[in-house]
């Protein structure tokens, strides 16, 4: 057994997307920042609705996926397919943009607390041009289990913690094989989640902050990716004032990575493919 330590930290940096809505971007925000095959993370926590009313009116995908998991606030989803979907919170949407997606994501609240996280999983190349598909995850079918000091939401792959426990989210079998946690610990509370050899695998702690690693530990404040080396075993231990944490790991692709905005393809005669389809409406087939 080998556990991962923590080998880098990626500060996020406030950052305006859609049509003005103030985010937290981490992974993604320059090209040098990415984690195979984990192109961006976003993070948009706000109680001002200036912040988020503009919403993310239609724009297009084409290659990867968007994943959106929702702490608090409800988010409306619409395709240009008429194709409509709620992201309450709690809950989560997985969509394959795939050969293509024009899309919209428009806040459903004119006021209150909205918190949620956007990450981009990028496709391998015999993937990015399968036809788009979502999952629209309830908060219901999203585990939640209580492991000692805190407990977990399982949204991907397998919990498998030190502690004996065990349970499946409703995302798998994806070829990325992605691992997707949600964990809430207490102050002080040490987890340890197997996780495979080889896989990309980092942190983001949203609240409180964590001591990542074994035998020397680092520390990860909040609000910061944390990369960590290769191993097959995850242990943190919880601050002063608790850690809520996402940990995220999956299998890296290792294909060449271009991307223009919202299209990631692997060579650039596919990125002009691709805009010349979305001028043309023909991006999604
Ligand atoms: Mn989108």
Request: aromatic fraction near 8%; glycine fraction near 12%.
């Amino acid at each position: 057994m080998s556990t991962r330590s923590l080998t880098r930290i990626i500060p996020s940096i406030p950052v305006s997307d859609g049509a003005g809505v103030k985010l937290r971007r981490s992974l993604g925000q320059s090209q040098g920042l990415r984690l195979d095959p984990f192109l961006m993370l976003d993070e948009f926590a706000s109680d001002n609705p200036d912040d988020y009313i503009a919403g993310f009116p239609p724009h297009p995908h084409r290659g990867f996926e968007t994943v959106t998991y929702m702490l608090a606030g409800d988010f409306e989803h619409e395709d240009h397919l008429g194709h409509k979907g709620h992201l309450r919170g709690g809950g989560a949407q997985w969509m394959t943009a795939g050969r293509g997606i024009i899309h919209s994501e428009m806040p459903l609240q004119e006021s209150g607390r909205l918190h949620g996280f956007q990450f981009w999983i990028n496709l391998p190349a015999r993937e990015k041009m399968k036809p788009a598909a979502y999952r629209d995850i309830q908060p219901e079918e999203i585990p939640e289990v209580a492991i000692r000091g805190g407990s977990v939401k399982v949204v991907a792959g397998r919990l498998e913690s030190a502690d004996g426990q065990h349970a499946d989210g409703p995302i798998q079998g994806l070829s990325t094989a992605p691992l997707f946690l949600d964990v809430r610990l207490e102050p002080g509370a040490h987890f340890v989640q197997s996780v495979e050899d080889g896989h990309a695998a980092f942190l983001y702690p949203y609240a409180g902050s964590l001591r990542v690693g074994a035998g020397a530990p680092r520390d990860l404040p909040a609000r910061q990716v944390g990369v960590l080396s290769d191993g097959d075993r995850i242990e943190v231990q919880a601050g002063a004032e608790g850690g809520l944490f996402l940990l995220l790991a999956a299998r890296p692709i290792g294909e060449p990575v271009v991307q223009y905005g919202p299209f990631v393809m692997n060579t650039r005669d596919e990125i002009e493919q691709a805009l010349a389809d979305y001028r043309a409406g023909t991006l999604a087939g």
